[in-house]
């Protein structure tokens, strides 16, 4: 492999654990010492997580409190990557399906955020679909009339579950999504993981080309799909919901560069 000069992590079942409420984390074991081996050797590494219930700066704050050394310009979501993406499409306004969290970095980047209920919600540029516990008919019924009306519909994640400390647990932007495109046939942008837009994105803030950023991550249908699209390096943890045997069992296109025990094995690595 080409020498890595950036990493790009993964959060749930890479770095840490979560609860459902996403309230509470517990750092996997080697997250905190290899995010500070990094530091030290002045290897850039940026955080992205599919979550989208904090913005960046917050998410970012919960880690360090739970031990994890992240700075706010380290931490992305695919928020991150909507923003600039829809700033280069021209999008002024967007109907947001989430939580306030979800739109914060839309409205950092200008964009003018409506939500169902509001006048003109159904005549925007944009949908943006992202983490909504609360999601009702009304939002999704909004959100087709939009797309109808010609808005672009962009999506923070379409994987079905994420590892938590119960186990599995359902991504709601991908059940939303799913009704949307149901009704209204309308092609997704996706701007979380395994987005190349995504991984474009990571390469920019790292400074580094795509080939040279590391890819650490726990789902082979997530990081790894992303880091073969982009030609980038992949390493894949058990510390998630797939195990060695899970990964062995992977297609070859979806099994990493490298198979770790879990993250703390980077530090064999560097």
């Known amino acids: 492999m080409p020498p890595i000069e950036g990493f790009m992590f993964d959060l749930d079942g890479t770095l840490i654990l979560s609860d459902r409420s ?13 995010l500070e081996t990094l530091e030290e050797k002045d290897i850039p590494f940026v955080v992205l997580t599919n979550g989208t219930a904090y913005p960046p700066a917050e998410q970012a704050s919960k880690l360090r409190k739970a031990g994890l ?44 955020i409506l939500f169902h209920g509001d006048d ?27 797309v109808r009306n010609g808005a672009r519909l962009y999506v923070a994640s379409n994987v079905p579950f994420f590892a938590s400390t119960s186990g599995r647990t359902m ?23 395994p987005s190349l837009e995504a991984l474009r994105f990571v390469a920019r803030k790292l400074r580094v080309p795509m080939k040279r950023v590391g ?27 797939n195990k060695e045997a899970d990964w062995r069992a992977q297609d070859e296109r979806r099994r990493p560069d490298k198979l770790l025990s879990g993250v703390s094995d980077l530090l064999d690595f560097l």
């Open 22 to 34: 996403l309230g509470s984390y517990r750092v996997l074991p080697g997250a905190t010492e290899v």
């Open 69 to 112: 050394p992240v700075k706010d310009d380290q931490m992305l979501t695919p928020s991150s990557v909507a923003a600039d993406l829809m700033v280069r499409h021209g999008e002024r306004s967007a109907l947001l399906l989430g939580t306030p969290g979800v739109g914060h970095c839309l409205n950092e980047a200008g964009i003018e």
């Open 120 to 146: 003109s919600a159904d005549k925007v540029d944009a949908v943006y679909v992202g983490w909504h516990p609360g999601c009702g008919m009304k939002d999704i019924e909004t959100a087709c009339n939009a």
């Open 171 to 193: 991504g709601y932007s991908f059940a939303i999504t799913a009704a949307i495109r149901a009704v209204t046939k309308a092609p997704m942008i996706l701007t979380g993981k």
């Open 215 to 241: 890819v650490v991550g726990d789902d082979p249908l997530v990081e790894i799909i992303m880091a073969r699209r982009g030609g980038a390096q992949s390493f894949g943890v058990t510390t998630g919901f």
